[in-house]
């Protein structure tokens, strides 16, 4: 089983700036691809950015330039730096990582952490 922790949310004043961080723990053998999510009021669960399969950086055009996701790869770690925040970019960030499981080392299991909510105030 794989396990991932968000943390970093909060309340901030638009054009102020939050860190996240997604730990990922568990039965892990390949970190394939992880990133973050975020489901806004009002609208469906959205791709925010990504370290991909390929090892490419995927970001939304609504956070390109503003947002900024690394790693740490020894930690099973990823961040994401999201600055000149605007109200628009409130709610839940979900982290999400694509893993090959030590247990199932041949299948890509998908796995989601709980969320992590982020409320940006004009």
């Known amino acids: 089983q794989v396990q991932l922790v968000e943390s970093g949310g909060g309340l901030v004043q638009a054009g102020g700036s939050l860190r996240l961080a997604c730990a990922a723990s568990?039965?892990?053998?390949?970190?394939?691809?992880m990133g973050w999510y975020r489901r806004t009021p009002g609208s469906q669960r959205e791709l925010v950015a990504i370290?991909?399969?390929?090892?490419?950086?995927n970001y939304a055009p609504s956070v390109k330039g503003r947002f900024t996701i690394s790693r740490d790869n020894a930690k099973n770690t990823v961040y994401l730096q999201m600055n000149s925040l605007k109200p628009e970019d409130t709610g839940d960030y979900l982290c999400?990582?694509?893993?090959?499981?030590?247990?199932?080392?041949?299948?890509?299991?998908?796995?989601w952490g709980q969320g992590t909510l982020v409320t940006i105030s004009s």
């Open positions: 999400y990582a694509d893993v090959i499981t030590i247990s199932g080392l041949d299948k890509h299991t998908e796995v």
């Open positions: 568990g039965d892990i053998f390949k970190i394939e691809a």
């Open positions: 370290f991909t399969r390929a090892d490419n950086i």
